[in-house]
């Protein structure tokens, strides 16, 4: 019997292991999500522009939409910002995005106050 | 533990890419610099914007613009993301070869993008639509441009990253580069991915 007695610190070695190994399982299952996901929204918005059966107003609006959905899928599963430890890079990009769309939204009316 | 030493199953840290002060610098200088270059992409997105009817007379967007072939184009950078992450799952489980081969498809995939868009770009510049024929061309060619430049630094990036490392294996000095390459390409498919729409697709309904 004394063979199947294991070391108490090899079995909290093991249990980790496991651990680890289950959760890379569903961090894959993530990412194939992520990507499917990625590429129905991209169809979607080529057919909404492409069957040109949707008003163009209406369009512009919603695949703008679809593209901020899928920087999400990106900035969180693909790039990890939804793991520990991600404060410093989420403050990051949240501020860069920030001042992206202020950048952008002042171009656009300097446009049009002109 | 020396940094560039070979880990082992045994050895192998659960975040190879932050176990060393250096690594943890590099992870969030880069994402800093991720966040800078969101706003150096914004300023060009504003001008094309606001530039973008400005074709005089040359070809509008949407004479020029060939859905399909862009749609192959997002189809083939989105992949790519896919296996740069596969490449990332690799490195965390000390799986060199795995992580090699991924990088490597990656690396293949960005190629075949670049092949696109450089047709594309000669076939537009037969079309009469160069960077100097309108503030249409200007900004288009700044816009796509400087970010098919970026793809190409990735390729440049990822090849002379796996050459360098090639007989290695994962270490803690290049677990950070490897992981820091994918964050990096991520990124120029989120750039894209507002390029499709906003340039592509948006330019066919005016």
């Given at each position: 019997?004394?063979?199947?007695?294991?070391?108490?610190?090899?079995?909290?070695?093991?249990?980790?292991?496991?651990?680890?190994?289950?959760?890379?399982?569903?961090?894959?299952?993530?990412?194939?999500?992520?990507?499917?996901?990625?590429?129905?929204?991209?169809i979607v918005a080529f057919f909404a522009i492409w069957s040109d059966k949707i008003?163009?107003?209406?369009a512009?609006?919603?695949i703008?939409?679809?593209?901020?959905?899928?920087?999400?899928?990106?900035?969180?599963?693909?790039?990890?910002?939804?793991?520990?430890?991600?404060?410093?890079?989420?403050?990051?990009?949240?501020?860069?995005?920030?001042?992206?769309?202020?950048?952008?939204?002042?171009?656009?009316?300097?446009?049009?106050?002109? | 533990?020396?940094?560039?030493?070979?880990?082992?199953?045994?050895?192998?840290?659960?975040?190879?890419?932050?176990?060393?002060?250096?690594?943890?610098?590099?992870?969030?200088?880069?994402?800093?610099?991720?966040?800078?270059?969101?706003?150096?992409?914004?300023?060009?997105?504003?001008?094309?914007?606001?530039?973008?009817?400005?074709?005089?007379?040359?070809?509008?967007?949407?004479?020029?613009?060939s859905l399909p072939?862009v749609f192959?184009?997002?189809?083939?950078?989105?992949?790519?993301?896919?296996?740069?992450?596969?490449?990332?799952?690799?490195?965390?489980?000390?799986?060199?070869?795995?992580?090699?081969?991924?990088?490597?498809?990656?690396?293949?995939?960005?190629?075949?993008?670049?092949?696109?868009?450089?047709?594309?770009?000669?076939?537009?510049?037969?079309?009469?639509?160069?960077?100097?024929?309108?503030?249409?061309?200007?900004?288009?060619?700044?816009?796509?441009?400087?970010?098919?430049?970026?793809?190409?630094?990735?390729?440049?990036?990822?090849?002379?990253?796996?050459?360098?490392?090639?007989?290695?294996?994962?270490?803690?000095?290049?677990?950070?580069?490897?992981?820091?390459?994918?964050?990096?390409?991520?990124?120029?498919?989120?750039?894209?991915?507002?390029?499709?729409?906003?340039?592509y697709l948006?330019?066919k309904v005016?």
């Amino acid at each position: 019997m004394a063979n199947h007695q294991q070391n108490p610190e090899t079995t909290v070695h093991r249990h980790e292991e496991i651990q680890r190994k289950l959760a890379l399982k569903e961090e894959r299952k993530h990412h194939n999500v992520s990507f499917v996901m990625m590429i129905l929204l991209t169809i979607v918005a080529f057919f909404a522009i492409w069957s040109d059966k949707i008003s163009d107003s209406f369009a512009v609006l919603f695949i703008l939409t679809l593209a901020v959905v899928q920087v999400f899928f990106q900035l969180y599963v693909w790039m990890h910002l939804s793991h520990k430890g991600h404060d410093f890079p989420i403050w990051g990009m949240a501020s860069g995005i920030l001042v992206a769309a202020i950048t952008v939204a002042s171009l656009m009316g300097l446009i049009w106050t002109s | 533990m020396n940094a560039g030493e070979r880990l082992t199953d045994a050895n192998f840290p659960a975040h190879p890419e932050k176990a060393t002060l250096e690594g943890k610098n590099k992870f969030l200088g880069f994402w800093l610099f991720l966040g800078g270059e969101t706003v150096l992409f914004a300023t060009l997105f504003g001008t094309y914007l606001g530039l973008r009817n400005m074709h005089l007379d040359g070809p509008s967007g949407e004479e020029l613009f060939s859905l399909p072939l862009v749609f192959l184009a997002t189809m083939l950078l989105l992949t790519s993301s896919l296996t740069s992450v596969y490449a990332v799952l690799s490195l965390k489980q000390n799986k060199v070869r795995s992580l090699q081969g991924w990088f490597l498809v990656t690396l293949l995939l960005g190629l075949g993008f670049l092949g696109l868009e450089i047709y594309e770009f000669v076939h537009y510049v037969h079309e009469g639509h160069t960077f100097t024929s309108s503030a249409f061309g200007s900004a288009f060619y700044s816009l796509v441009g400087f970010h098919g430049a970026h793809v190409l630094f990735g390729v440049l990036w990822i090849t002379t990253l796996l050459a360098r490392n090639w007989n290695r294996g994962i270490t803690l000095s290049n677990a950070p580069k490897y992981y820091l390459f994918a964050l990096y390409w991520h990124f120029v498919d989120v750039v894209w991915v507002f390029i499709f729409t906003v340039v592509y697709l948006m330019g066919k309904v005016g």
